[in-house]
């Protein structure tokens, strides 16, 4: 079965400072993984989809890894804005279950101005 | 257009009525999915039409109705509900039911069964 964790849970930092938020999954059999962002009782944002041949993504202040042999991926957010807050959770597609996203639990950021 | 639209908003229904959630996408997307959402967990897929046909069921209970009656709209029929299936639900589409492709949000229908 296909666990994703996320860490941290919640962060919280100051504007202007760049973060890494981090998500790891236990089976490294998937088509690819996609992280999204969702602010508080809305829909889902989709940020940045890598393969799983890719290595990385990039988004404006978005650069998203991914190492498939370890488990993890890292979404970096550069120079941080008090709009930039919101849940950012990470989804992976399974070989298995083609079209199912199984997601992490999420990570809360804070950026206070 | 990247947009996927959902209606209502809010819904509030007891647990005698029957209601439907309304999703629609205009991006010619040939695959689409609901997922529930409860308060502070991440989303869980429910049903994945490709090409208008069912084509996964996580074992949803029965008072939980798909219908794709074309390739831009898709309905979640409900009936029955019970107190705990109060959740936001999520509909998400992308451009064919192939893994690598990028699914697509909605902004969701905020449903409360009293």
């Known amino acids: 079965k296909q666990e994703v964790t996320q860490i941290p849970a919640a962060l919280s930092v100051p504007e202007g400072e760049n973060l890494v938020l981090n998500c790891s999954f236990t089976?490294?059999?998937?088509?690819?993984l996609q992280w999204f962002r969702q602010d508080p009782g809305k829909g889902l944002t989709s940020l940045l989809l890598?393969?799983?041949?890719?290595r990385e993504q990039t988004s404006g202040r978005l650069n998203a890894s991914l190492d498939k042999s370890s488990g993890r991926s890292t979404l970096y957010i550069a120079a941080s804005q008090p709009g930039d807050s919101a849940t950012y959770l990470c989804?992976?597609?399974?070989?298995?279950?083609?079209?199912?996203?199984?997601f992490g639990a999420g990570t809360i950021l804070r950026v206070k101005s | 257009d990247t947009e996927v639209t959902q209606t209502p908003k809010h819904l509030v229904m007891g647990m005698t009525n029957k209601k439907s959630l309304k999703c629609e996408q205009h991006?010619?997307?040939?695959?689409m999915y609901w997922y529930k959402q409860k308060a502070k967990k991440p989303p869980e897929l429910m049903f994945v039409?490709?090409?208008?046909?069912?084509?996964i069921n996580e074992s949803v209970p029965s008072r939980f109705s798909p219908e794709c009656p074309n390739s831009s709209l898709l309905n979640l029929h409900l009936h029955a509900l019970q107190p705990e299936d109060s959740a936001l639900y999520l509909c998400?589409?992308?451009?064919?039911?192939?893994?690598?492709?990028?699914?697509?949000f909605g902004p969701g229908t905020r449903l409360t069964v009293t």
């Open positions: 998400a589409s992308s451009l064919q039911g192939v893994p690598s492709y990028e699914q697509y």
């Open positions: 089976d490294s059999a998937i088509y690819n």
């Open positions: 890598i393969q799983s041949s890719q």
């Open positions: 989804a992976v597609r399974r070989m298995e279950y083609g079209n199912k996203l199984v």
């Open positions: 991006m010619g997307h040939r695959a």
């Open positions: 039409y490709s090409y208008e046909k069912l084509s």
